[in-house]
């Protein structure tokens, strides 16, 4: 479906009366110290704790510039610094795309619904490219074969770490091969084309997705079990924006909750929950309306999952209106919490969100205003990810191998529907000098597993930086913004 990068504000001065009270325990917006001299978009959390954000262009279409928000000596993202990193290959500028961070580190990013300047009216182009963030390049990467479209498409990284890939506006998916850069063929099938749809990795391997342009049965969800689609069975409430007066075929995010639940949220102001043990949807709490009695809703929109088992929500009223509130889903109810400086200029497709180390939430809106999110909320002792192997003395320079159980986190913790994906179910190692309070982050890669709420031992390589601070220090492996226990070693 067509959008615009940013839209006329209209006034909500007469929203707040028919909205819950914002609630005691929310949390705080703090806007970064450094600003970015761009519009930023997409971020995707790289694997040494920095977080690659692309520049959306002056014309809001796009652009193959990026960035890389640094966090500062003490860790804090808020007070980062930014660095400008290599452009995309020429002519390729892509807005609304499918995108992953890679198990050796690297990034992807395949299709875009627009593809930079002059493309206004959609091109839904098949390009793609490849960044290393250690040669600090990107390579052109080519679409399956017989594709003609890409566009706004979703992707995921499986459990084993295989990057799956779909064709926004056909059945059509596929899987890479990245040591042959071979595309393979799967998702068959599929009850209706992947356009306007999210996926969501459950614990068992498996992705549920929730149908947007099933017309036969507008609530029917999909399950997508080794390489074959089936009936998830119909969620309670209409989630797509399906049949209706705007008829948008727009869907929200789908996150998978520590509790064993995904909390589906709908373009239509309802939302659906489904229990994975028990296979069974069941009805979740609606949003709030407008003074003009239009629901609250995600229609394209993100969400994040706290590290407390809430989750972080950006809705507005109808199909692409402003302004957008915040809300937090407890389990049981949606409660509004503070928003965002922009919030009542934005819709909610233009936002995204996404779970940082520190276990807070960092937003953009394509605009120049970056502010993060500092829940209230601690998770529970039981979540925390546990080491049971590293070695206690390192040389700074130097790869190991780190053992530990939760390593992969309980959900891929972020999403959006079809227009972007910053997924962070992969650990992220960070040490602390005890002698001075330096934090530094290491380089994990090849993480052996990313299925979500593993049982198992899961091991990756990590790299300790060659400039860290030598001398005692802890470590922590955080994945989904909760950390582990601080681990005693010694750098040399």
């Known amino acids: 479906m067509l959008h615009f990068s940013r839209r006329l504000a209209v006034t909500s001065a007469l929203v707040s009366c028919l909205l819950p009270a914002t609630a005691s325990a929310s949390g705080t917006w703090t806007k970064l110290k450094n600003q970015p001299t761009f519009g930023a978009n997409t971020m995707l959390l790289l694997h040494d704790g920095t977080v690659l954000t692309q520049d959306v262009g002056t014309d809001g279409l796009g652009s193959g510039n990026w960035w890389r ?35 050796d580190g690297r990034v992807i990013v395949n299709g875009g619904e627009y593809d930079g300047p002059g493309t206004e009216n959609g091109v839904w182009t098949t390009k793609g490219a490849i960044f290393d963030p250690v040669a600090n390049s990107w390579t052109a990467v080519k679409a399956p074969s017989g594709w003609t479209t890409i566009g706004d498409a979703q992707s995921t990284l499986l459990a084993d770490g295989t990057y799956m890939l779909a064709n926004c506006c056909t059945t059509d998916e596929a899987t890479l091969n990245l040591k042959t850069m071979d595309w393979t063929t799967t998702g068959k099938k599929k009850a209706d084309i992947n356009d306007e749809e999210g996926w969501a990795l459950l614990p068992s391997g498996q992705i549920l997705t929730a149908d947007a342009n099933n017309t036969a049965d507008p609530k029917h969800t999909e399950i997508l079990t080794s390489g074959s689609w089936a009936s998830a069975g119909d969620s309670p409430v209409l989630l797509a924006d399906l049949g209706t007066s705007t008829n948008s075929h727009e869907l929200g995010p789908l996150i998978v909750r520590p509790n064993g639940t995904v909390f589906a949220v709908g373009a239509t102001g309802y939302t659906a929950i489904y229990t994975i043990a028990t296979k069974t949807w069941t009805q979740g709490p609606s949003f709030p309306k407008n003074a003009s009695s ?58 995204y969100l996404m779970v940082l180390p520190t276990g807070q939430v960092m937003a953009t ?31 700074h ?14 959900s891929q913790a972020n999403a959006y529907g079809d227009d972007n994906q910053s997924a962070t179910n992969y650990p992220i190692v960070r040490i602390t000098n005890t002698a001075t309070g330096d934090v530094a982050f290491a380089t994990t890669d090849n993480c052996s597993s990313y299925a979500v709420a593993n049982p ?37």
């Open 69 to 103: 928000l640094t966090p500062d000596k003490t860790g804090s993202y808020i007070n980062g610094s930014w660095s400008k990193v290599a452009s995309m290959p020429s002519g390729y500028g892509p807005l609304y795309y499918a995108s992953q961070v890679l198990p």
């Open 397 to 410: 320079g130097e790869t190991y191998t780190i053992s530990g159980k939760r390593l992969s986190g309980f």
């Open 294 to 351: 239009q629901y609250y809703d995600e229609a394209d929109g993100p969400a994040s999952l706290l590290p407390d088992g809430n989750v972080l929500l950006a809705a507005s009223p109808g199909v692409y209106n402003t302004p957008t509130e915040f809300f937090e889903f407890t389990g049981t109810k949606l409660v509004k919490v503070a928003a965002t400086s922009n919030a009542p200029n934005d819709p909610s497709f233009a936002i």
């Open 365 to 395: 809106d394509q605009s120049s205003d970056v502010e993060i999110y500092t829940p209230t909320g601690v998770p529970k002792s039981s979540w925390l990810p546990t080491i049971t192997k590293f070695p206690s003395t390192v040389t």
């Open 456 to 492: 198992n031992v899961v091991t990756a390589s990590v790299l300790i930086p060659k400039s860290i601070k030598t001398g005692a220090s802890t470590l922590e492996v955080i994945a989904n913004g909760i950390a582990s226990k601080p681990f005693s070693i010694t750098i040399k």
